[in-house]
């Protein structure tokens, strides 16, 4: 049964992980050896739960104890699940709430990136995007489009960051993740010739020259391929495009450049889902 706690002080070093914490010191904090981070609104906590991943507490409006919270209630065990007031819990976290309710969850050990792509047809490949609503927005799209994994360079935004999580409607438990690599010096070569052995062939999303149409059919008939997409100013790295097998652009019309990040991967994972 969930310990319910009334929250009587914003200082309360229980309400840390709510209040304090900036996104990298909940990524780095340890419990049980593991970070902590943030889910909010039901929904995504509930898709959260449904991946099995560990909640560690709630923060809940009181109001919802007994209304859209109780089967979170009824899920979480006997985590302590801190409540108040919607000002109290507003001035607490600097927020308004999204549906009242966060949790605080353990964060998964990471797999390899040969775990989750043994079997995959389609991934995508995200390089140095920084922006959690672009991250977010393009969890969402693999979700619903077809790609079987996404994975991260090293100086990407953590996906597991508490706006990523929201924006992402919860995806993020849903689509396979990992880093390639740890440190900026394993990317792109060491990242992509793991790619490379594991039977990819590497599309680079960028307007060059030498880009060929994202509808080029020889693109459709491959049978695995990595979608790399690249930061939201500048796009993918030279260094990036010269190594992968294919360069790829959306064709624009009305002279329009280029699509924001988010928008362009939900292009290219429809017109390059495998069929």
Not at 46 to 55: D, K, S, V, Y
Not at 81 to 108: H, K, N, S
Not at 183 to 191: K, M, Q, R
Request: glycine share 8%; with cysteine.
């Amino acid at each position: 049964m969930a310990r319910i706690i009334e929250i009587t002080s914003l200082d309360d070093p229980a309400l840390a992980a709510y209040a304090h914490l900036t996104e990298a010191q909940l990524r780095n904090r340890l419990e049980p050896g593991q970070g902590i981070f943030i889910a909010e609104s039901p929904k995504v906590i509930t898709t959260a739960l449904n991946a099995g991943l560990q909640p560690l507490s709630l923060l809940m409006e009181r109001r919802h104890l007994t209304g859209q919270g109780a089967a979170l209630l009824q899920r979480c065990g006997d985590v302590p699940v801190y409540t108040g007031d919607r000002e109290v819990l507003a001035a607490l976290t600097g927020y308004t709430l999204t549906r009242g309710i966060l949790c605080a969850m353990a964060r998964p050990a990471l797999p390899q990136a040969e775990d989750i792509c043994r079997s995959a047809r389609r991934v995508a490949v995200l390089e140095g995007i920084v922006d959690s609503t672009n991250v977010g927005a393009i969890f969402r799209s693999a979700a619903a489009l077809g790609m079987d994994a996404v994975l991260l360079s090293p100086s990407c935004c953590d996906p597991l960051n508490r706006r990523v999580v929201r924006v992402s409607m919860g995806t993020v438990f849903q689509v396979p993740w990992t880093y390639l690599g740890e440190t900026a010096a394993e990317w792109p070569e060491a990242g992509l010739k793991r790619l490379h052995a594991l039977g990819f062939s590497t599309a680079a999303m960028a307007l060059t020259d030498e880009s060929c149409s994202i509808d080029d059919p020889r693109l459709q008939s491959l049978p695995k391929l990595a979608i790399v997409l690249g930061t939201e100013g500048d796009g993918l790295a030279q260094s990036t495009i010269a190594r992968c097998g294919y360069t790829v652009k959306i064709p624009m019309a009305h002279g329009v450049d280029s699509l924001n990040v988010a928008a362009a991967s939900a292009v290219a994972f429809w017109e390059l889902r495998a069929r």
